[in-house]
């Protein structure tokens, strides 16, 4: 063999067996970048993300103020809504707190008023409130003291439920996500509004070095 | 011929090394004359300010602390600086320490067993901000999707380790920080991301494998249910309690007055190890020190009578060893027969070229035959045998009607009939009045050795010097201060 046919065979060897990729790498953030919450984003999952929050949070508040048998009654209803009262049975770890919050704020903010809302979350500090008024420990402040605590005409309640899947083969991932919210007329039981499902369904591929 | 291939060649030949030159800024500062005025009146008065002195020595501080960023860049990269690890470790646990420098230190390449490994140490240690932070830190990054990851990519490369990749641990490794998490949101009577936790455990650990074959770790389905029952949710209890005693027959529903879950660790978890011809598959077997395989539980205050025994609801050392593969021994095996064709090519060319009987082929040959070997010594084909050494091999489970604030645990642990003498690493209580949580561990996972088990220094020390992850671990080390 001459050394010219041994450069060939080597180089072609080498060429053939090396499989380096190309080292393409994501554009790094330098420091701390602002990312607008309502936007997709680069490191969302197949599961909840924070443009979900805003984009549920909208749906119901369209809905249920255009529903005339809460909305429109003489005297404003009292709503509760809590994170307690939303059931994740996903297999995503979920602040419910996120959604169940931005809701309640939302649904105040545009209610201007047609629906009240009570927070049973605070109902312990706001006993001991009441037990210091009522012992003359404190003033008995710029409202009337002696009224009755409110009670609640409706609850919001609701679920956020999922379907995974699992491609052996190709290592792609599915989830199909669905939140329900309902309002229950704490009286009768009645549901008396449901909201429309928000539904999505997202995809990813896991790379063979994860399976 | 790739570019990137042409460089390895190229870089084999090279035969000069050219220096990295570095500049350092200008240090001398001109001379400032400040001027100064003396007071004639009284010797206590202040001398006026010069601003332009006041704005000339600020720049001189600001060069110097150029000056020494520089030096400090120049001599450790992009980090972590004298200092700093002092610093990141004043205000955590003693106890805890050892293992967090591990995590300052290792960076992002081993950041989801480090922070497994403190996660789980915290727990034994009752520090549970610290231990449920670094599980969160450690399960978004297993959920991370790797999009243009290089280090991954770099895994699958011929010439480049697999131990190259962030870790993210075996679908059984996966599946224990999911576990951990669950425990710690049962503890804190969260049942419904309990519930979450302990199903994406089963889901983690069924990779790989098709349907219900995957669906195993009856632990798992056993603590869904629970958590499930605990949160009102009857008819999914039912149905994970149902699949946890289809796997393991032991596994019963609890009873329908039993108000306390207790969950005991055993033993030594599987060991990797690396087989096949050239080191390029993945093993597990057994610890040498995985002893005891029982446990009796008494109550020390005399107020609990029965004597609790926990079955077995999940051995991880068959997680880890019954399930279908890894893809990547898929690549391994295919690098390892390349590395084989290579190093038999290059033997055969150079028998050859001993038989030519003229110099410019014999030369040529032996050429060849020496360029092909050293590609196959530089091929790297071994599997990553990183671990979490402090998992335990047994889950043991056992549910009870009993009030869990008065039982003072006296523990007894056996090896089938007879006694092992050891002392619990850990224990705690925790939910809520209907559902309560006792958990307890037989090995401790403060006293294991601080560095990360299974790594290669090699490959750590590459890893380290590429400006990419560099940069990627001083991020790294920016967001450990949420531990």
Redesign the interface.
């Known amino acids: ?6 450069g060939l ?3 072609v ?3 053939a ?10 554009k ?1 953030i330098e420091g701390v970048q602002d990312l607008d919450p309502d936007s997709k984003a ?2 969302d ?1 197949v599961g909840i993300a924070s443009r979900d929050i805003a984009a549920i949070s909208d749906a119901i508040v369209r809905d249920l103020l255009n529903y005339p048998e809460v909305i429109d009654r003489p005297l404003p209803p009292r709503v509760i809504i809590q994170a307690s009262d939303l ?8 602040q ?1 707190d996120m959604l169940t919050d931005a809701l309640r704020s939302q649904l105040n903010r545009s209610a201007r008023g047609k629906l009240r809302f009570i927070s049973r979350e605070s109902a312990e500090v706001v006993e001991q409130e009441r037990a210091m008024k009522q012992d003359g420990f404190v003033s008995a402040g710029t409202t009337d003291p002696n009224r009755m605590r409110s009670g609640a005409d409706y609850r919001m309640v609701g679920k956020i439920t999922s379907i ?1 899947t ?1 491609n ?1 083969g190709t ?1 792609t991932q599915q989830r199909f996500t669905q939140i329900m919210f309902e309002l229950v007329d704490l009286t009768t039981g009645d549901i008396v509004w449901t909201g429309e499902p928000y539904k999505f369904k997202r995809a ?8 | 011929m790739t570019k990137t291939t042409l460089r390895t060649g190229l870089c084999l030949l090279a035969l000069t090394v050219v220096a990295p030159l570095y500049a350092q800024s200008a240090t001398t500062a001109a001379a400032t004359t400040a001027t100064t005025t003396t007071a004639t009146t009284a010797p206590a008065a202040a001398a006026p300010v010069d601003p332009v002195a006041e704005r000339k020595a600020a720049e001189k501080a600001a060069k110097e602390a150029q000056r020494q960023q520089a030096e400090l860049r120049r001599k450790y990269g992009e980090g972590p600086y004298p200092g700093q690890v002092e610093a990141f470790l004043a205000n955590k646990p003693e106890k805890l320490r050892p293992l967090l420098s591990t995590l300052y230190l290792g960076g992002e390449r081993n950041a989801v067993l480090n922070l497994d490994r403190v996660g789980l140490a915290a727990m034994e240690a009752g520090e549970w901000t610290i231990a449920e932070h670094a599980f969160d830190m450690a399960l978004t990054r297993i959920e991370a999707v790797y999009k243009k990851n290089v280090q991954a990519e770099q895994a699958k490369s011929l010439f480049k380790n697999e131990a190259r990749k962030d870790f993210k641990g075996e679908p059984y490794e996966r599946a224990m920080s999911y576990y951990y998490r669950g425990l710690l949101y049962l503890r804190a009577a969260d049942f419904d991301n309990a519930r979450a936790s302990f199903l994406a455990a089963l889901f983690q650990d069924s990779i790989n494998m098709d349907g219900d074959r995957g669906q195993d770790f009856a632990s798992m389905n056993y603590l869904a249910g629970w958590a499930s029952r605990c949160a009102g949710d009857a008819g999914d209890a039912r149905e994970q309690f149902d699949r946890a005693t289809k796997t393991n027959a032991a596994l019963v529903a609890p009873a329908t007055d039993a108000n306390a879950l207790l969950v005991a660790e055993l033993g030594y978890g599987p060991v990797k190890t690396k087989g096949g011809a050239k080191g390029e598959l993945l093993e597990f077997k057994s610890h040498t020190l995985d002893v005891e395989n029982q446990l009796e539980l008494r109550d020390a205050s005399g107020t609990f009578q029965p004597v609790l025994k926990p079955v077995e609801a999940s051995s991880l050392v068959y997680q880890a060893t019954e399930r279908d593969g890894r893809k990547m021994d898929g690549v391994l095996k295919g690098k390892a027969q390349t590395k084989a064709a290579l190093e038999a090519s290059s033997q055969a060319m150079m028998q050859a070229a001993m038989m030519q009987n003229n110099s410019g082929g014999m030369l040529g040959g032996m050429l060849g035959g020496a360029m092909l070997g050293l590609f196959a010594g530089a091929a790297h084909v071994e599997a990553d045998t990183r671990q979490w050494d402090s998992l335990p091999s047994r889950i043991m489970i056992q549910t009870q009607k009993m009030d869990l604030a008065k039982f003072k645990p006296a523990a007894q642990f056996r090896k089938d009939a007879d006694a092992v003498n050891l002392t619990p690493a850990g224990y705690f209580t925790g939910g809520n009045d209907r559902c309560k949580i006792a958990w307890l561990r037989a090995r401790s996972a403060i006293d294991m050795p601080a560095a990360t088990p299974g790594d290669d220094a090699g490959v750590a020390k590459a890893s380290a010097s590429r400006k990419d992850v560099q940069l990627k671990d001083k991020a790294f080390r920016d967001s450990l201060a949420q531990l």
Do not use: E, H, S
């Not at chain 1, 067996?17 to 994501?26: W, Y």
């Open positions: 063999m001459t050394i010219r046919q041994f065979l080597a180089a060897t080498i060429a067996l090396a499989a380096t990729p190309a080292m393409a790498g994501t790094r680069d490191n999952g059931r994740n049975m996903t297999m995503q770890r979920f419910r995974d699992r052996v290592g990813t591929d896991m790379d063979i070095v994860d399976q």
